[in-house]
Nanobody, 114 residues
Framework: EVHLAESGGGTVQPGESLTLSCVASGVTSSNLDMGWIRQAPGKGPEWISEIKGTSPSYADSVKGRFTISRDNAKNTFYLQMTGLKSEDTARYFC?????????RGQGTQVIVSS
């Protein structure tokens, strides 16, 4: 059974940076494609990034500011976030398709506030 666990969230000021981590267990991460989704209060989920093999892709809202990466040796995926804005405030989840079933973690909260 695939299990995902996010960490690294926190409260930062606009313009600052955070790096989120997503540890995958129950599977070899090199076999996984991984995405990051966020959900702001009162809004629906927003896909923001994914990595398929070594190929990243990004939503326009984060392109140029966020970087997704993976460390297969650690079964860990990362989302490096720079130039954070108040509109980036949300709960961030990593998610993957595990045999046709969407699996996601519990999420980690990011608050961007002055």
């Amino acid at each position: 059974e695939v299990h995902l666990a996010e960490s690294g969230g926190g409260t930062v000021q606009p313009g600052e940076s955070l790096t989120l981590s997503c540890v995958a267990s129950g599977v070899t991460s090199s076999n996984l494609d991984m995405g990051w989704i966020r959900q702001a209060p009162g809004k629906g989920p927003e896909w923001i990034s994914e990595i398929k093999g070594t190929s990243p892709s990004y939503a326009d809202s984060v392109k140029g500011r966020f970087t997704i990466s993976r460390d297969n040796a650690k079964n860990t995926f990362y989302l490096q976030m720079t130039g954070l804005k108040s509109e980036d405030t949300a709960r961030y989840f990593c998610a993957t398709d595990a045999g046709g079933q969407l699996v996601r973690g519990q999420g980690t909260q990011v608050i961007v506030s002055s």
